[in-house]
């Protein structure tokens, strides 16, 4: 957006700037790729830093990325894809855009595809959210809780007793030495 408002108010040294916007670009695609890619040291982190505040994302769309890249392998690669795109699709278009929303958008449409069954599998016509509600599989429905209202016995000091002790409805439960339970 820097370089935008750069361009709109016509500045003399905008082309200079845009070049090296463009070449910090370049090279976080070439040679600091790498450090990106898989990197998870104090250098890399660094870097990926500076990659952020090259691209002026914002603390919300920066959170979002990182926590993407710290779900596990399947999680970093969505984020090597994420930043790769926002690197050289989004970064080298030329007007420049707030690519905050972007990035936060592109990561809630990864995580909505983490859990899904490869598209291959019997498993893919069972996967939706209608399932959970359907009639048939009662058992999984979030309305179904076990009859009665549940709470756990308690010992001295409130601390719940170990199982299965703990187990019961809502009647108070007298032991000899722990005392009363609190509800």
């Not at 919300?60 to 690669?77: E, N, P, Q, S, Y």
């Not at 989004?90 to 990864?110: I, P």
Request: proline share 7%; aromatic share 14%.
């Amino acid at each position: 957006m820097t370089l935008e408002w750069m361009r709109y108010l016509k500045d003399p040294h905008f082309q200079w700037f845009e070049w090296h916007h463009k070449r910090a670009i370049h090279k976080a695609l070439t040679d600091w790729w790498i450090y990106i890619q898989g990197g998870s040291d104090y250098e890399s982190s660094k870097y990926i830093w500076e990659v952020f505040q090259l691209l002026e994302l914002d603390k919300k769309a920066i959170r979002d990325l990182m926590l993407l890249a710290h779900c596990g392998v399947v999680g970093r690669t969505a984020f090597n894809e994420i930043m790769w795109a926002l690197l050289s699709e989004h970064g080298l278009q030329r007007e420049y855009r707030d690519l905050s929303r972007k990035a936060s958008s592109m990561v809630q449409w990864k995580r909505r595809a983490f859990d899904r069954p490869p598209l291959d599998s019997r498993d893919r016509l069972l996967w939706s959210w209608s399932f959970l509600t359907d009639p048939q599989h009662a058992a999984w429905h979030p309305r179904n809780v076990p009859p009665g209202s549940w709470t756990l016995h308690r010992g001295p000091r409130g601390r719940p007793l170990p199982p299965p002790e703990c187990y019961g409805d809502d009647a108070p439960l007298s032991r000899k030495g722990k005392g009363k339970s609190k509800q």
